[in-house]
């Protein structure tokens, strides 16, 4: 009688034997592999079940590729500088260094529970000044090459956080952290000029093997549209108001113009009766964030009193104010054409503004429209020389035209912003710059780095739009590193994305003083083969990513110019109807009882389980009796098949291929449900062959043994040993499949009479024709009872006898 699965005992044994000889090593002769896990930042809550679906996916696929031979650069660390670790130090009334060294330490103990083969040695840490230098460095880098650059300007600010806040950490109108909704603020930033990059960003996303969707997300992101600048002079003054448009064509159908209410001649365009109006309306659209004024469904706005003049026919054109024009895209100012733009058309409709129509269907003018005509082509109308053009012709041509006629240029524009890269927050790598009064912003000398954080006793966000380190006069008083004059410090820190934009390369050489990384092992290592982590890093993070490594490629840092050359986004393991897991909805299901109860194997395969990994999942704890059901019957076939000492048959050697080829498309494929369900069925397949012939022969279940193990490797090294070998389960090759072998000898084949079925036979799956039919026929000899006109046979598939 085999020895009944023990569970706990059979995972405490090989955590111990894999912490004295680790499966994962370099002999310096296998080709590397880095799968990488998105890092996770120290939460105080601790890990859950959600967590550990993707650290489970990346897991498998890492043990996976080690059994194809490779050596796997397979790392963890941590995002620990930014708001999240503030804040929860802020609420426990810690200091956020010692609360992130707790929730560090609490949640490396976790992550090792489910056995994942990280190599800890190469741990980094974003808060460690051995890895901030490096972000510093690259800082300095980008100030010198004029990518880092200061501004003043109004931004999304969050009153609780107290700090100010990118487009992109804006959610709904609030921030992503907290939920507080947003307001705006006046202040000074330190600005990254992303925007350079926008079209390598761009078109470089053609050669990821990254989700469509993805890909979709980030070039809806950066935005890329064609069309032209456009001049128009206001009435009675010099000034020139230039608005960019995607649509030239429509120019003579501009009968009114929208300014941001940010944008610099906004206040200076009221006339004296509309002077109170204009300043109210920019006030109050100062309190709202961009989110907010996009979202808005109803459209607010203020005449100035003031009108431009269309450049292509002389009208005159009312200059308006409102907030659904936002300051940093195009030039703060647009043209309307309410005919043919469905905002436009209700702006116009709400204010009483003429709305002419210039691209008709057919060339027929709609008579009292009630919507805007925004078909994608027509024939232009009340367009002076362009009448009878098409339309989408003219959209190509009219940017070109409009540039020879001297009152504007065909041009390019991006959505992308550059990037809001400070806070006024502690709790940050410092921004390594000083401000001479002499010699203006000077970055700190590369071998001073790193310029590291202060220890202080008060680090809460002082809400006046400064840092708490400007409050540390010894800290920011120093010198000009150029003319050795008095000067100060920067006092605002970097945001959480500044380390988490370049980690990965530093895992591969995470102890190096003197270089971010090396070219030996830069050129060993990198780039990441696969990325794993969820969707909703899509485009920030992976945006930020891409931008790093291409402005270090360009200075020379590394030769790749892409971080992550296959990318999956696992879904979200939810509560009850959907519901994202949070301890403050008190619906999170913590890892440790499962693990106790049923073992790290029967949870690892429980969370591949539950659902498509690209897909959400609401958690049953239910659902993980079945597959603990499944470890312990593979386990006893798998024993007693030891005892009984089967030589293998035909039907064995059959399924043992079988289940190679299926395993493996799936986990190719990454339809990781499926593999689970796949190993059920064939060890139900494979525990009826057993009653029949008293068990399985060795090299079938060692086959399954092997295609396990990157799912559940505390059982199968188990087994391994048991099985009588040495080494490790993971020092095997993955198995290949015999197509030849799969092939069935007999085939179940339907015989029917005029399409209905009277019998299933077996016969040959080489069978031919002749020899099928004639198998069909005497199957069913006693029911023909007419003439037979048609014998038909679809290979392995049917026999059909078709009588009068």
Known sequence: MAVPYNHKAIEQKWKKNWEEKPVNTDDGQKPKYYCLDMFPYPSGNGLHVGHWRGYVISDVWSRYKMMQGYYLIHPMGWDAFGLPAENYAIKMGVHPAKSTAQNVANIKKQINDIAAIYDWDREVNTTDPGFYKWTQWIFVKMFKEGLAYEKEFPINWCPSCKTGLANEEVVNGCCERCGSTVTKKNLRQWMLRITKYADRLLSDLDKLDWPEKVKKMQSDWIGKSYGAEVD???????????????????????????????????????????KDAVEKYIYDASMKSNVDRLQDKEKTGVFTGTYAVNPLNGAKVPIWLSDYVLADYGTGAIMCVPAHDARDFEFATKFHIPIIQVIAKDGKEIENMTEAYTEASGTMINSGEWNGMESSVLKKEAPVMIEKMGIGKKTVNYKLRDWVFSRQRYWGEPIPVIHCPHCGNVPVPEDQLPLTLPEVESYEPTGTGESPLAAIDEWVNTTCPVCGAAAKRETNTMPQWAGSSWYFLRYVDNKNDEELVSNEKADKYLPVDMYIGGVEHAVLHLLYSRFYTKFLCDIGAIDFDEPFQKLFNQGMITGKNGIKMSKSKGNVVSPDD????????????????????????????????GVYRFLNRFWKLSMDSLEAGIAETKEMVKLRHKLVFEITQRLESFSLNTVISGFMEYNNKLIELAKKTGGIDKETIETFIKLLAPFAPHLTEELWEAYGHEDSVFHTEWPEADEEAMKDDEIEVPVQINGKTRAVINISAEASKEEAVAAGKEAIADKITGTIVKEIYVPKKIINIVQK
């Open 594 to 625: 499962l693990v106790r109860d049923y073992g790290c194997d029967s949870l690892r395969l429980y969370e591949l389980f539950v659902g498509p990994p690209e897909l959400d999942a609401e958690w049953d704890d239910r659902g993980i009796d």
């Open 232 to 274: 128009f002079p206001v009435e009675g003054r010099d000034e020139k108001i230039t608005v960019y448009t995607t649509r030239p064509d429509t120019l003579h159908g501009a009968t009114f113009m929208v300014l941001a209410p940010e944008h610099k001649l906004a206040a200076s365009l009221a006339t004296p009766e509309n």
